[in-house]
């Protein structure tokens, strides 16, 4: 057994011990326990990870150009490497069910985001975002991903230049929320699913030298 | 006691089961007298805990609609999130009103243990500085207690809840009785050690109501880090599983839950309250319990809602209230300042499998201090809570395959926000909205509070000095905040029914009894006389503890 193994079955062994008599003691105090509609889903152990893996998925809020094109986008920001990307993570269906259920207000401004880069890149390249090459979608987010200053020339000239910063910050950031929560995000950062692991050490350093 | 637990009469009723209302509970039963305690939610099971629960397997990953349907309010707070939310209030159901331009944000829980399941944790005592503030700056009133007489009860508290922390020997924040500090952080050992070098100032690891070692049948933490969503090992303080467990084991203590308290009940023939009336939460019935004394610790707007809605004859504005200070002096600590960036020459590789702290640092009140000139521009002072570690780097630049490398190489990055003490104002009160009643159709609260000048010259120079210490420990990219955000954000209220000497001033005795009604006391926040800067649960079962003792002498004195 591996020592955080070890660790982890003492942890357990150790709170089934400590949880009997407080559990006996809070179910006689329980004159009332939960009803049902009172407890979350996660507190009575819903698990919604594979909710949306199904092969019959249709979208809920966005349409079908909105989606294949959030799909190519999560795919050029979070991109399969030598561990899977966005496209993978399935982010598009979680952003999907997210917006389905925010405020109109919200729903609009992520679709004015997605509707910027379809704007430019028809104003650019005289075609749909999902239509262009590779070659082009990386130039067109290129130009949008990094904040400018006036000094930066970028070969476009824009009234507003950091809009399309905005934009694509907005879409990046529902993109990076939705990769890094996901089970494939979780273990792209390294996780390896124990939720234990030991007391916390710290720094163990002489005084002044934090090499 | 076997018969039907509303035939009987108790000696001691407690209203409310969190921080304060489980010590009463456990101080009387203890002591033999017989208590009825009352908890407006239902009770909590540990089957409900979801602190391992990865966020994959939440619906909306914590972007629950239903949140934003049923808690507009309470989703203000970081720990009511789609794993527990249940837990909180329902704002469609327990509304309150606030005057136009003066939002106040109220965070509550109605289920066994209230707010303690989900309570930050940090333990700090208060001292002399606090308690005789005003004599010392010349605003308010002190204390009608001393640090030397609440001293033994912080004791007891410490010594029984399990508080980590180390001793440093600092004039505004007294040592305690601690069980063994968590470790810090290189970032946060070099900003100790530069902060102290360059202005004296003392950062400490935070003192916690978390356990470091096994303790009084308790397991030690096992840093998973959530502990607002439920602990297996029961390692941090909430008192279903700590102080109510010992009230309910003790033979001496009736546990009844969903009871909605809506009045204290006055005899007709003398001036004692006889019990209180509540509202079954689910069957909407009315009930009455009787008993030969009242302790409310509903938290402290809920406590003083109950005495306003118990208005009588004699009493026309509010029950104990001949004084007229009931509703005043709300108070709660001023947040919205500190600084953060990060530490470059520390390695910033983050490690998603080591284990989780769920306690940050502490740097305590350094102005207005007996060793400190007077500031110029406010009286009183603020503390930190921070912390400073390396993590996955979320905010990288660009995208593709360098974003997604970025993330990984991680950033070491460092924090302080402020907490600056409240001032006690008669102008912030509350008051029963005539127009308004919750779901059980019980009058409902207006709060009236904002913050002032000296909280926001608080706030602007916390937010100064925070980036002079981050910049004194090598950070980079400094970002500085001085806001003064919306009262209630510190979810540390306090006052509304204030202790003291005078009863023509002030609610409560020294021993936060009625000086109205000899057998009424409110023992949970309500009975702040200042609000220091420190997180006051602490210091709130310390007061409670001492008002119990000196509660169970009178009434064995049959004085009460």
Known sequence: ?211 | MTQDPLLQTYDVIVVGSGATGGWAAKQCAEAGLKVALLEAGRAVSPKEFTEHMPAYKLKYRDHSPEIVRTRPVQKQCYACMEYNYEWFVNDLENPYSTPPGKPFTWQRLRILGGRSLVWGRQSYRMSDNDFKAASRDGYGDDWPISYAELSPYYDIVEKYVGISGAAERNEMLPDGQFLPPMKMSCGEIQLRERVKAKFGHTVTIGRTAILTQNHNGRLQCHYCGPCERGCSTFSYFSSPFTTVKDAIASGNCTLITNAVVSHVDMSTESNKARGVTYVDRLTRQVKEVRGKSVILCAQALESTRILLNSSTREYPNGLANSSGALGHYLMDHVVGAGASGRLPNLNPLPNANEPARPNGIYIPRFRNTPSSKKHSQFIRGYGYQGGAEAGFNFNAEGYGTTLKRAVKEGEYSISLGAFGESLARWDNYIEIDKDLKDAWGIPALHINMSHGDNEAALMQDAGASAAEMLEAAGAKDIHVQANVEMPGMAIHELGTARMGNDPKKSVLNPFNQSHDVKNLFVMDGASFVSSACQNPTLSMMAITVRACDHMIERFRKNEI
């Open chain 1, 1 to 211: 057994m591996k020592r955080r193994e070890m660790l982890r079955a003492s942890v357990l062994a150790g709170a089934a011990a400590a949880l009997r008599p407080a559990l006996a003691s809070a179910q006689s105090a329980a004159q009332s326990a939960a009803q049902p509609s009172e407890l979350t889903p996660a507190q009575s152990g819903v698990d919604a990870s594979k909710e949306f893996e199904g092969p019959g998925w249709k979208p809920l809020f966005l349409d079908e150009h909105q989606n294949e094109t959030l799909i190519i986008l999560s795919d050029l920001i979070i991109p399969a490497t030598d561990t899977p990307g966005a496209k993978e993570a399935l982010v598009n269906r979680y952003i999907d069910l997210v917006l389905a259920a925010e405020t109109r207000e919200t729903q609009q401004a992520f679709l004015n985001s997605l509707g910027y880069l379809d704007s430019e890149s028809i104003r650019r390249f005289k075609a749909a975002f999902l239509y262009l090459s590779r070659d082009d979608q990386d130039l067109l987010l290129h130009a949008l991903a990094y904040p400018r200053n006036a000094s930066n020339w970028t070969g476009e000239a824009d009234a507003n230049p950091d809009k399309g910063h905005a934009h694509f910050e907005a879409l990046k950031g529902r993109i990076m929320m939705a990769y890094y929560s996901s089970q494939i995000g979780e273990k792209e950062l390294g996780w390896d699913g124990a939720f234990a692991h030991g007391p916390y050490q710290g720094c163990e350093h002489p005084e002044g030298d934090h090499k």
